[in-house]
């Protein structure tokens, strides 16, 4: 309680009270403040990690790949996804038993991101760590033409961000690779133009905090395999307790007397 009214005191000018803002690394008053301003679109994040609650954003930051590989924020994505000059692939990164579950309802963000927006899996995706993964085989094997073709963005996607962090980075060079054997098979007969645009298509990002932030947005997922909406995140949601945040009026345990059913 003291932290707490130390963090809220202010001084007073005449009768009227002017709040004196007293900086916070982890207070939750402030990051509520902040996270609110990110989805109003008031304040790009220096770090995508920010616009997270702060159990999320820890766990993201100890992701060897979140400071080395683009990040986008659940914001920024969802107004990439409502921008009609941009199309936007999502490469879905997490492993079988996890897109089983439920995916980013994309529908639901309006009639441009359904039409504008195309996803794809990586594959069956084995992950332990950073290190320990079978990514790179699959980027490897991932067919960017046929998958992602005339995109402009390309946005991995995992359960917080760990799996798409390495094959964003993966996918990037992949791009980058395939851009500059085109280039160089248009420079023979093309402009220094042409050869930009094709390199132009590594644009790659990591969703920071992936499908466990869109849901603690407040947007929604779906369940795949009836298509209808969900709150089931993860199969080990009860797990990630501290990272999935249960939605209001939501997880109540039935009255004395009664089965549960509304």
Known sequence: ???????????????TPVPFPIPHTHGPTSLTLSVQSYKDGDKVPDDAAEALHPKLAAHVLGFSTHTTT??????????????????????DCRPPNERYVSSIDFASRGSVAARTTITAA?????????????????????DLTREIDGCDVLVCVSATGEEAGVASALIAAKLDGNGDDKGETAG??????????KKSK????SLCGGVVAWFNTGYGLVDPNTGTATESVHP????????????RNHFKFPKEGEDGKA
């Open 202 to 205: 590594s644009d790659c990002r």
């Open 1 to 15: 309680m003291v932290k707490r009214h130390r963090a809220l005191c202010h001084f007073t000018r005449g009768h």
């Open 122 to 142: 990586l594959g069956d995706v084995a992950f332990v760590d950073a290190v320990d993964n079978n990514v790179s085989a699959l980027v490897d094997a991932f």
């Open 236 to 247: 080990g949601q009860r797990q990630r307790a501290g990272l999935v945040r249960p939605r």
């Open 188 to 197: 023979e007969t093309g402009s220094d133009e042409q050869k930009k645009s």
């Open 70 to 91: 683009p990040q986008i924020t659940v914001y920024a994505l969802d107004a990439l996804l409502k921008d009609g000059g941009k199309k936007v692939a999502i490469v």
